[in-house]
């Protein structure tokens, strides 16, 4: 339930942004608008009021919306009122009003961003772990303990900034430099090479293909929370005992500990722990056996002690101050939107997988996991979104924004509209190549869904 409200209440307020970008827009330029519609399909609610009653409606199907404004080509309009018709304005002004939609979206991104940035963004310290041997971070020396401080020139302050800044480079191959600081406390530079990565290698984790992961923090074999009716409850485990062994095989990290209780979905574990300075004898414990999307596991419902000063040097609070926030959120969605462009771009020609397309359910599922994981994760989210909802919109595909857009400007290039012959053939096309991309964007969908 929570990922399909955090979905739709994602969705119905960037639809609301989009098009009220449009509303603004056209009512400046004295256009009567008739219906805000959000969604599609049957009305669910729908109020008439404003000086020209513009009916506004909530509809069944919330994906999309529209405002419908006076126009002659969609009925007769009143002698008194075509001055207000959408067709006789100027094209400059219906420029303006098609592409006030897209831009109230990178508008939105930038003010979420902005405040973000002022209110604090929490991160983890971009420490890198043990490189596998042979991978392209320990061909290029990287070693466990070393703390990214920049890629390419570009600062970087935490590990998802570090993620974002390698893909986007990722797009170009080559070679990159890597600003680090060595645990002993000296400034290096690195040359991480992109070379060796394959188109299908952006569809997953970049870092991890290039060797690059995250320090961990190591935690202890300890017992803090434990669930009321948990299997290490009802065994009679307590908060504070330090595990030992497990089938008399020694425990060194949580970790390890994790990894057996997983492993032994309904089986039986002798597991001793010390209690204070007492060692007690072995406890059997059966972990409850779970299934998650195919997928079955042991647990027994308890988490580890924190060490609460070891954690808080993992940890960094992103903010600047208010001037500063607004130029960091405009460049944020700069570059956001910029590399959704190049991702596009690369798919059309070949050099990035259509795989990397993704529907509604994709989506749906970042929504209710970036909700779970917080407010702050979820404006981040609908951040994201709003950018991408701008972008798709600036498409130069019939029946989008960016299609008329392609029109609009042909008409200032040749001084006369386009007639409606080619427009009727271009909505053909473009209701032909939105069906497709929607499909293709589902079946990927439904193939990381099976996958996952």
């Given at each position: 339930m929570l990922t399909v409200i955090a979905f739709i209440v994602a969705l119905s307020l960037l639809i609301v942004v989009h098009e009220y970008g449009h509303y603004w827009v056209a009512r400046r330029c004295n256009v009567k608008v008739l219906r805000f519609s959000v969604g599609f399909g049957k009305p669910l609610w729908s109020k008439t009021m404003g000086p020209d009653r513009t009916q506004w409606v909530l509809a069944a199907i919330p994906l999309g919306g529209y405002v419908k404004m006076l126009d002659e080509r969609e009925g007769e309009v009143p002698p008194h009122e075509l001055?207000?018709?959408?067709?006789?304005?100027?094209?400059?002004?219906?420029?303006?009003?098609?592409?006030?939609?897209?831009?109230?979206?990178?508008?939105?991104?930038?003010?979420?961003?902005?405040?973000?940035?002022?209110?604090?963004?929490?991160?983890?310290?971009?420490?890198?772990?043990?490189?596998?041997?042979g991978s392209a971070a320990a061909r290029s020396g990287f070693v466990a303990g070393d703390t990214v401080l920049g890629v390419g020139g570009t600062t970087v302050r935490t590990w998802q900034d570090f993620r974002w800044v390698v893909l986007q480079r990722a797009l170009d191959k080559g070679v990159v430099s890597v600003d680090l600081k060595t645990i002993q406390g000296s400034n290096v530079s690195r040359e991480l090479s992109f070379d060796g990565l394959a188109s299908e290698d952006l569809e997953k984790d970049v870092l991890a293909t290039l060797g690059l992961s995250r320090q961990r923090l190591v935690l202890p074999p300890v017992f803090g929370e434990l669930t009321g009716n948990g299997a290490a409850t009802r065994a009679g485990l307590r908060s504070g005992d330090r595990v030992l062994a497990v089938n008399g095989e020694r425990v060194e990290n949580w970790d390890a500990l994790v990894k057996r209780v997983r492993d032994a979905p309904g089986q039986a574990l002798q597991i001793q722990v010390r209690r204070g300075d007492v060692d007690v004898p072995p406890i059997a414990v059966t972990p409850d056996a779970v299934d998650d999307r195919g997928v079955r596991f042991g647990r027994i419902g308890a988490a580890?002690?924190?060490?609460?000063?070891?954690?808080?040097?993992?940890?960094?609070?992103?903010?600047?101050?208010?001037?500063?926030?607004?130029?960091?959120?405009?460049?944020?969605?700069?570059?956001?939107?910029?590399?959704?462009?190049?991702?596009?771009?690369?798919?059309?020609?070949?050099?990035?997988?259509?795989?990397?397309?993704?529907?509604?359910?994709?989506?749906?599922?970042?929504?209710?996991?970036?909700?779970?994981?917080?407010?702050?994760?979820?404006?981040?989210?609908?951040?994201?979104?709003?950018?991408?909802?701008?972008?798709?919109?600036?498409?130069?595909?019939?029946?989008?924004?960016?299609?008329?857009?392609?029109?609009?400007?042909?008409?200032?290039?040749?001084?006369?509209?386009?007639?409606?012959?080619?427009?009727?053939?271009?909505?053909?096309?473009?209701?032909?190549?939105?069906?497709?991309?929607?499909?293709?964007?589902?079946?990927?969908d439904i193939n990381r869904l099976i996958g996952s």
């Open positions: 001055d207000r018709a959408f067709n006789r304005k100027s094209v400059w002004q219906r420029f303006a009003i098609v592409l006030a939609g897209p831009v109230a979206n990178f508008l939105a991104a930038i003010v979420l961003y902005w405040f973000l940035f002022v209110y604090g963004v929490p991160g983890l310290v971009p420490i890198v772990a043990e490189p596998p041997a580890p002690k924190i060490d609460e000063t070891a954690m808080r040097e993992m940890l960094t609070d992103v903010r600047y101050g208010p001037v500063e926030s607004l130029g960091k959120a405009v460049a944020k969605t700069w570059e956001t939107a910029l590399f959704s462009l190049r991702m596009l771009g690369k798919m059309v020609i070949g050099e990035v997988s259509l795989k990397n397309l993704s529907g509604p359910i994709t989506i749906a599922d970042y929504a209710g996991q970036s909700a779970q994981n917080g407010w702050i994760s979820y404006l981040l989210f609908l951040g994201l979104i709003s950018i991408s909802l701008g972008v798709l919109n600036l498409l130069p595909v019939p029946l989008l924004d960016g299609g008329h857009l392609m029109y609009y400007s042909v008409e200032i290039l040749t001084g006369k509209p386009v007639s409606e012959r080619v427009m009727a053939a271009g909505q053909h096309i473009g209701v032909t190549l939105l069906f497709a991309l929607m499909a293709f964007a589902l079946f990927n």
